[in-house]
């Protein structure tokens, strides 16, 4: 069974930075992207950030773009998520994803986890 697992979120005050870190178990063959969507309450699921298979190719939402960086560990089955200068509207359940991509659509998902909550305070 598929179980990507995260973690790493936590309180933070605005302007500091975390590593969020997600191991995602029994993929069935190769070729996945990873990456990360967050919700914040009352708020649709939105896309954040995305890795291709061969980490070759990243895409960023705008609201996220040069302070958030994806990367990918393959011998580890891990993805990670390193946010920097964070904001109080960062605030969100942050989910971990793995599907055949990278697109920003979270109905091309196949898999996600249970989610990590990062709250900025101002």
């Known amino acids: 069974q598929v179980q990507p697992v995260e973690s790493g979120g936590g309180l933070v005050q605005a302007g500091d930075s975390l590593r969020l870190s997600c191991a995602i178990s029994g993929l069935p063959g190769s070729f996945y992207a990873m990456g990360w969507f967050r919700q914040a309450p009352g708020k649709e699921r939105e896309f954040v950030a995305v890795i291709s298979w061969s980490g070759g190719t990243t895409y960023y939402a705008d609201s996220v773009k040069g302070r958030f960086t994806i990367s990918r560990e393959d011998a580890k089955n891990t993805v990670y998520l390193q946010m920097n200068s964070l904001k109080p509207e960062d605030t969100a359940v942050y989910y971990c994803?793995?599907?055949?991509?990278?697109?920003?659509?979270?109905?091309?998902?196949?898999?996600w986890g249970q989610g990590t909550q990062v709250t900025v305070s101002s």
């Open positions: 994803t793995a599907g055949r991509g990278p697109t920003t659509e979270k109905r091309t998902y196949d898999y």
